[in-house]
């Protein structure tokens, strides 16, 4: 079982700059394949993008060149680096992790708003 726990949301201004992070228990982290999701109000949760154990990089169309994904196998933490944000990114923000299991931590609230 592995728990996870984002932190980071709040409000930001359209063009500007937020840090999520992803804390996960557990000692077997460096294994995981650890991803960040989002869902805005009415819409299915989404891809943002993943990260492997092995540093390998994906990521969804909309936040290419935006957005890096970067994790620190030391402390168990993944984080999220979102750049040029506009209010589209407006959603809750979830980390996953994914092994032999599928574990999401519970979410937090990024709104981009003048």
């Known amino acids: 079982q592995v728990q996870l726990v984002e932190s980071g949301g709040g409000l930001v201004q359209p063009g500007g700059s937020l840090r999520l992070s992803c804390a996960a228990s557990g000692s077997i982290f460096r294994l995981y394949v650890m991803g960040w999701y989002r869902q805005a109000p009415g819409k299915q949760r989404e891809l943002v993008g993943t990260i492997t154990s092995g540093g390998s990089l994906n990521y969804a169309e909309p936040v290419k060149g935006r957005f890096t994904i970067s994790r620190d196998n030391a402390k168990n933490t993944v984080y999220l680096q979102m750049n040029s944000l506009t209010p589209e990114d407006t959603a809750v923000y979830y980390c996953?992790?994914?092994?032999?299991?599928?574990?999401w931590g519970q979410g937090t609230q990024v709104t981009v708003s003048s």
């Open positions: 996953n992790a994914k092994l032999s299991g599928s574990y």
